[in-house]
């Protein structure tokens, strides 16, 4: 949803989102006027600009950030910004320091945060912290879904009949409007999935589409890359759970069993500490009560959360918000978000 007031509006509303518009506007060309916040940022992956089709391993572009536009990001907020790791965003927040500090986040793992981030981070010293579901480093053949729903709407262009649960699903995939129905409902089912359902799920859809289809590999970063990278002073890693399961569905043993293989395994392969966890899909409801409590008990510092906020003294260690970064927000858009974060997050 837009940040500006939808549904019908009226006359009033229209002068509210011009005077809104203009005020935020007016707020982004002066960030270094305005009251310093502390801000953390999440990313998940990056695309070069002009792609070109890698056939064996698959990664929705759709998706992605285009690199040289995350550089313009950070070229900006070097401007007025100080880039700091979550070890001190977290410490600063308790004693009252001026300055806008931001932290940079990335969530999943994918291999482009190497292959595109690295130069970028590397040239503005920018560190990472890079919460990573192991299942997907450990099985290359594994296509995280929402590649798989990517992939399908990419390269299949058939008609696709599903059957799961005893429900009957039909698109045709060469209609636009199916196209986005299709899209709409596995996300919507697959995301609210337990990890057990899920699997059946994924597998119908594989199913359905692999008499005509070869599905390539995933195009997350492979542990040996990972123990070379965790050598580079920049990169802390964080957990995601070991499968980037939906917390709410899970039971308590499969929770505790998620978290502690992720966690054991990213501590095997980069030989640090895992003090922090991001929960896959970010907002509570995926994440839910018992979700929460198991992250606690794990053993970790702290849990960062998809809910767009800054940082505070008042901050729940184990909800800390961030600024999740659209990857189609062009870079005002990106300005106007990360000036005003308070002020939409009232009005969204
Ligand atoms: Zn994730």
């Avoid at 992939?151 to 008609?159: D, N, V």
């Avoid at 697959?190 to 359902?197: A, V």
């Avoid at 890693?237 to 399961?245: D, E, P």
Wanted: hydrophobic share 35%; with cysteine.
């Amino acid at each position: 949803m837009s940040y500006i007031i939808e549904g019908k509006r009226s006359l009033a509303n229209k002068l509210l989102k011009k005077f809104l518009d203009y005020t935020l506007l007016i707020r982004t060309h002066f960030p270094e006027y305005l009251h310093s916040q502390s801000i953390i940022l999440c990313y998940h992956c990056l695309k070069k600009s002009k792609e070109s089709p890698n056939v064996s391993e698959y990664v929705y572009q759709n998706n992605c950030l285009e690199a040289d536009l995350f550089e313009s990001q950070v070229m900006w907020l070097t401007t007025f910004c100080e880039f700091v790791s979550l070890d001190d965003i977290l410490r600063l927040k308790k004693h009252k320091k001026n300055g806008w500090k931001v932290a940079i986040t990335f969530d999943d793992g994918y291999r482009s945060v190497v292959e595109l981030g690295l130069p970028i981070f590397e040239k503005h010293k920018i560190p990472i912290t890079w919460f990573i579901a192991t299942k997907f480093v450990e099985e290359p053949s594994s296509l995280p879904w929402w590649d798989l729903i990517g992939y399908i709407l990419e390269y299949y262009t058939h008609k696709l009949k599903v059957e799961v649960f005893g429900k009957t699903y039909t698109f045709n995939l060469m209609d636009h409007a199916q196209r986005f129905a299709f899209q709409s409902t596995f996300d919507n089912l697959l995301r609210n999935s337990s990890l057990q359902k899920r699997e059946i799920i994924q597998t119908t859809l594989l199913d359905a589409i692999t008499q005509k289809q070869k599905i390539p590999n995933n195009g997350m970063v492979r542990k040996d890359d990972l123990k070379e990278i965790s050598k580079r002073p920049l990169f802390t890693f964080g957990g995601h759970t070991h499968s980037h399961v939906t917390m709410a569905k899970c039971t308590e043993e499969e929770l505790e069993s998620e978290l502690n293989k992720n966690k054991q395994k990213l501590k095997e392969w980069t030989s640090q500490e895992i003090k922090y966890f991001s929960y896959p899909y970010g907002k509570p409801k995926y994440v839910g009560k018992s979700g929460f409590k198991a992250v606690q008990k794990a053993g970790y510092h702290g849990a960062f959360t998809t809910e767009m906020g800054t940082l505070d003294r008042s901050s729940d260690p184990f909800k800390i918000p961030r600024l999740p970064v659209d990857p189609h927000w062009a870079l005002n858009r990106f300005k106007t978000r990360f000036c005003n974060i308070n002020i939409i997050k009232k009005i969204d």
